[in-house]
């Protein structure tokens, strides 16, 4: 048996954090590059990586499948409300240690049979959180504090295969659970629209991204659209990110296929079922990623192999939500 | 057990999960089965339930049943497109009244496994999602439902993993912990019938049986000793119209509907 007592995997110091962001550039530059540019600039062996959205709500497919193509290696993962972003990743076996509120689970879609083989095998180190924990990890970061109180994962195995420590409240005397600031080195958020320098807006539900974007030490955006900087003037209510926090600026139209995007298209539930039906055993995996991911030469190789425009037209008729009408 | 022709099982719990629901409250719904069960509440006689989803969405009204909390189907209508930060927030403040949890295995506590199967949590023997939003709900909700499968796999005398919290070793646990006060599971919907926690002992009893089930059933599929209301009771069946609803209205496609509760 482990002792109890999660691994802390990334410092919540914050006097670390200020001299880090007191170097982020905040030049009004170009950011637009290609997806695989922006992994192979920003995404290094070893760095503890976070992904927004959910799972296969409005995730960032093309940076993910990129991070599997070239083989990285030792990724910590945040695993808050991941499924098939934490598939590909598992799958492509490029983590070494996750911070786990959900992983493995696909929701009404089952669970992951090669994520539960990479935990039962002992091939990850995990510390468990929940939900609401790790989110508040996060919004205790980009606050630039070390720790926010909470009244969750108090009392239970879920505390205790953590690295939160218990407080009392100064106040009170109420017994509290500390949850360490998590600044994650990078974050790959994918967005309905951004400019070239990095503002974006995410329609819809953001999840935890406002956080996370401003807790990650480097940021990329993948989104559906690069927009004038006039309409950010235009509509400021609209901003989910301001262009300082970000770090690259991808374009890729369908670019959380086959999770589904609001507002956009829907999730490809064939694909999905599929990819769960190919991690019945490492060969097939092993297939299925090989002609998937390693010899399609990007996500536009992808998306073409799998139905490509015609495809993605089907999805966009099928989304439920309808685009915001301009304002103003 | 009470498959009668005129309903399945599956229809008798949603139906029963949808009696739990007061009009003007705040519930926070995952997929599946509860969800079809607030739908059904809303379009009967709780008009006005607040369905909030844990990734975000506030006051939707729900036009096809989603299969992600997070996804378009959760955001139809809605009164806020929120965040996650801001719905669990909200649990922390005292604002939410029901949440709804599965698991894979429960005790007579109450407390709730959805993390591993095994001894050794490094070496896990069935590894599972992991917490989610259910260590939060059950922490911070005023009234937790558990729907669950009864067999004694699942009904065990010990879980593997306190993943969630239910009333942990007993009386006066939770608050020891530093949960909040008069907080805990409410009720657990199983396949065989409906159970509450004794106030005193904060054991594990059962307050309804489903019609075509008996008490023996029951003793037989529990890991635990369970314990019986002096008022027994038999879970009332769905009605036709609240059937009907069901069918044509909530789930058309049958995505909830024709699955079985089982292992």
Known sequence: MVEPGGELFQSP??????AFFRTKSRAMTDKRMTVPEAVKRFVHDGDYLAIGGFGSVRIPTAALHEIVRRRYRNLGFCGHSSTHDFQILADGGVLDRCDISYIVGLEMRGLSPHGRRL??????????????????RYKAAAMGLPFLPARVMLGTDTERFSAAREITDPFTGQKLLAVPALFPDVAIIHVHQADIYGNAQIEGIHIVDRDLARAAKR?????ERIIPTEEFRRHPERTTLPYWLVDAVCEVPGGSYPAEMPFEYTSDEPHLAAWVAAEKDETSLQAFLERQIFTTRDFAGYLALNGGEARLAELRAAEPLQRPEPRG | MPETGRYTLMELMICATAHLLEDGKTALIGTGAPLAAAMLAQKTHALNLIILFEAGAMAPILEKLPISVAGSSTQTHALVHSSMDDIMESCQRGMVDYSFLGGAQIDQFGNLNSTMIGADYARP??????????N?????????????????????PRVD???????????????????PANTGPYRVLSTLGIMGFDPASKRMTVLSIHPGVTRQDIIDNTGFEMLFAADLAVTSEPSDAELRILREQVDPTGMVLSKTMKE
């Open chain 2, 125 to 134: 023997k069935v590894r599972l999602p992991g917490s989610g939003g259910a």
């Open chain 1, 219 to 223: 940021l990329l955006i993948t989104c």
């Open chain 1, 119 to 136: 935990v039962e095998s002992g091939a990850l180190r995990t510390t468990e959180w929940s939900n609401a924990g790790l989110g508040w």
């Open chain 1, 13 to 18: 110091d914050v006097e670390a954090a200020r």
């Open chain 2, 136 to 156: 939060d709900l059950a922490s911070l909700c005023w009234q937790t439902v558990t729907i669950i499968p009864h067999t004694r796999r699942k009904f065990v």
């Open chain 2, 161 to 179: 993993f306190i993943t969630t919290p239910g009333y942990l070793n007993g009386p006066g646990a939770r608050e020891a912990a530093g949960l």
